[in-house]
């Protein structure tokens, strides 16, 4: 069974930078797409930024596009979300997932993703 686990989360100040992870375990990580998804609280849970298994191919959502950056390491079966000039938008609880298609492109779309992690607690103060 595939298990997924974030972690680096914590409690900035705007204008900081934080690394969350996703430990990847139970299965080949190069079979997946993977996304990185964020909830707010009162809001749903939205896209962030995906990445296709050989990394080909990344998604940003536009209010972290120059902000944030996805990366993956098949190696060592973690993908990254390097999270620069935090605002305090962009607190919310920060999930990852996996897609086991990895034949199409990267989804956006929250059904496509088969596998959650828990979520890790990011939090920008002002």
């Known amino acids: 069974q595939v298990q997924l686990v974030e972690s680096g989360g914590g409690l900035v100040q705007a204008g900081a930078s934080l690394r969350l992870s996703c430990g990847f375990s139970?299965?080949?990580?190069?079979?997946?797409?993977m996304g990185w998804f964020r909830q707010a609280p009162g809001k749903e849970r939205d896209i962030v930024a995906a990445?296709?298994?050989?990394?080909?191919?990344?998604y940003y959502k536009d209010s972290v596009k120059g902000r944030f950056t996805i990366s993956r390491d098949n190696a060592k079966n973690t993908m990254y979300l390097q999270m620069n000039s935090l605002k305090p938008e962009d607190t919310a609880v920060y999930s990852c997932?996996?897609?086991?298609?990895?034949?199409?492109?990267?989804?956006?779309?929250?059904?496509?993703?088969?596998?959650w992690g828990q979520g890790t607690q990011v939090t920008v103060s002002s």
């Open positions: 990445i296709a298994w050989d990394s080909r191919s990344t």
């Open positions: 139970g299965g080949t990580f190069s079979y997946y797409n």
């Open positions: 997932a996996a897609d086991r298609f990895p034949e199409r492109d990267v989804t956006t779309r929250t059904g496509d993703y088969d596998y």
